[in-house]
């Protein structure tokens, strides 16, 4: 009998009848420099949810935007949650597993504007739900035992005038959300709420579009800028702020880092002209934070007159410290402008690929104002990846290097301009002719060896309309901008700067060394890209520039 069924499966199966779909979707090759169009439209909102937690290459995502992205760079997954659909607010969370190109719909209820569940605070629960929610914060810590918390705050609720003022975290392991900490929604900034654990505040108050990262060294979460609901002389509206505040989750005691007195309304053209002390109140700042250095970097965002295109970084007090520096802001100077400045000329530097960029150094070189791309950090801290932004009517199309280092933007690695309407080619298959749609309020991860994009609202040239919500997944295989090379000890993306004595000229993924001086020259010079800054040292007669003085060998008796 059991044989039988065996052969009437195999038949089922060489005859398509009753065929078994396959567990692993097609892997398509890298190709460093190109884009790969792996799933989804960017012209319908088709979507399948296929059943809950069972993997299947059928499976995809409603299109939508603002919603929150997590790397689990350890095991290759990426998650999201929530965000807006066509129609509606999600409340779903997915995976998508880089390794089989599959995605896995992991918790929530999929329902259309579901409210919070909250359970007990700081307690697990299979039930617990922050509901559906969207523009909300969002940042992510893991543990030795490679445990990822993706942690979210405040948020926009599904009627559009109410915002949250909860703190919750998803795990990777349980598979649960778990309500940290929480009061009602429109709790003012600086109100205090009773909770469930006794009473909390003063607090940043309901948020939306926010920034947040974590200092998983002191257990601290910080959350900075984004629109909060204020009072004033009886009226109730939101306001931008500019002001900064950390959370102890080992006590649960809120502490406000860094404040301005002046919320948008108030006090915007008085923050606008203490450019290099302060930055303007915003919200949708894209962060990138240094743990090594304790350094927090933020770009962009949406101020009350114009989009931001300034970069601040914010000097965190050392552990157990009570207060900041003095002047702990430090503004990157030029960044501030209305329009991008991708530097030198425009060359074709590889057959076949798009118009590219001489890549040649340039600290003035930065993205057009932004407020709706974000930051992907690269798995080595130093580096975050930067893809598209919107200014005003306009959509740019750009991937940038930013580096924690020097502080400031170092390449443009895909330098698409506004003006350019996609080619989406052929799915499952790279190439240097793809162009993905222009896009904003996307999400952004970096996967071992590339960059994922998905969702966000595509536009086409022409057209200042928001465009179409995408549940489109592009991936662009990366390579090493010039003066660096791939670090040969890792698997992920690492781009290491050259020597002194040694140069890398051009865009590079598989190069794992630079080119070394010639004989008897060398350099001061790190991270150069051609020999006549690398090499621009001529080392003395008789001396090498790694060995010091030439002995003469000894004569054989």
């Given amino acids: 009998m059991q044989l039988f069924a065996h052969l009437l499966l ?13 567990t692993i979707a097609v892997q398509p090759a890298l190709l460093p ?29 409603c299109g939508r935007s603002q919603f929150g992205t997590w790397v689990d760079d350890h095991n290759g997954y990426i998650y999201i949650y929530g965000g807006r659909t066509e129609t509606d607010y999600a409340d779903d969370v997915w995976r998508f597993d880089t390794k089989s190109n599959i995605w896995t719909w992991i918790a929530g209820s999929g329902q259309p504007n579901v409210n919070p569940v909250p359970g007990y605070d700081r307690l697990p629960a299979a039930t617990n739900s922050p509901g559906a929610r969207a523009n909300f914060a969002y940042t992510s810590e893991i ?11 405040g948020g926009l609720a599904p009627d559009e005038a109410s915002g ?20 009602p929604t429109n709790t003012l900034r600086g109100d205090s709420c009773t909770t469930s654990t006794g009473v909390l505040g003063p607090m940043p108050g309901s948020r939306i579009g926010s920034s947040m990262f974590i200092d998983s060294t002191t257990q601290t979460i910080y959350i900075a800028f984004g629109t909060t609901f204020i009072i004033d002389a009886g009226f109730f509206f939101s306001a931008r ?7 102890d989750i080992r006590s649960n005691n809120w502490t406000r880092v860094y404040d301005s007195p002046f919320p948008e309304s108030g006090g915007e053209i008085l923050l606008d002209l203490q450019v290099g002390s302060e930055p303007a109140a915003r919200t949708g700042a894209s962060v990138l934070y240094d743990a090594e250095n304790r350094v927090v970097h933020f770009y962009g965002g949406d101020g009350q007159s114009r989009t931001r295109g300034d970069i601040f970084q914010f ?7 009570i207060s900041v520096a003095p002047h702990p802001w430090i ?21 076949g690929r798009p118009a590219d960029i001489d890549f040649r150094r340039n600290t003035g070189a930065f993205p057009n104002c932004g407020d709706s791309g974000s930051f992907a950090p690269t798995r080595n801290g130093k580096h975050g990846l930067y893809f598209s932004e919107s200014r005003s009517e306009a959509v740019w199309h750009s991937i940038w290097a930013f580096s924690t280092v020097h502080r400031r933007f170092l390449w443009p690695l895909y330098p698409w301009l506004n003006g350019t309407n996609w080619a989406n080619g052929v799915k499952m298959n790279a190439s240097y002719d793809n162009v993905p749609p222009l896009r904003f309020r996307h999400g952004i991860a970096v996967v071992g060896m590339s960059m994922y994009v998905f969702g966000g609202l595509t536009r086409r040239i022409g057209s200042n309309s928001d465009g179409t919500l995408s549940n489109e997944l592009w991936r662009f295989d990366l390579e090493c901008w010039p003066g660096t090379f791939q670090n040969p000890r890792v698997d992920y993306f690492d781009c290491v700067p050259c020597p002194a004595g040694s140069y890398q000229p051009g865009m590079n993924r598989n190069v794992t060394s630079c ?3 010639p004989f008897n020259t060398t350099g001061i010079l790190t991270g150069a890209y051609e020999a006549s800054e690398a090499c621009n040292v001529t080392c003395p007669t008789n001396t090498s520039p790694d060995r010091g003085p030439r002995k003469s060998p000894a004569r054989r008796r």
């Avoid at 400045?341 to 425009?346: A, E, H, S, W």
């Fill in 10 to 22: 195999a038949f089922g199966l060489l005859c398509g009848l009753g065929a078994v779909a396959p």
């Fill in 33 to 61: 420099g190109a884009w790969t169009w792996l799933m989804g439209s960017n012209v319908s909102t088709i979507c399948s949810r296929g059943f809950y937690r069972q993997p299947h290459p059928s499976n995809l995502p």
């Fill in 143 to 153: 543990s030795p035992e490679y445990e990822l918390r993706m942690w979210i705050y």
């Fill in 164 to 183: 949250y003022a909860d703190l919750w975290y998803f795990s990777n392991v349980t598979l649960m959300w778990t309500r940290w900490l929480g009061c």
């Fill in 241 to 247: 702020w500019n002001d900064l505040w950390s959370l």
């Fill in 315 to 321: 000097r965190l007090p050392p552990p157990g410290a």
């Fill in 331 to 351: 503004y990157t100077p030029g960044t501030d402008q209305t329009d991008y400045n991708f530097g030198p000329q425009y060359v074709n530097v590889l057959p």
């Fill in 515 to 517: 080119i070394v001086c």
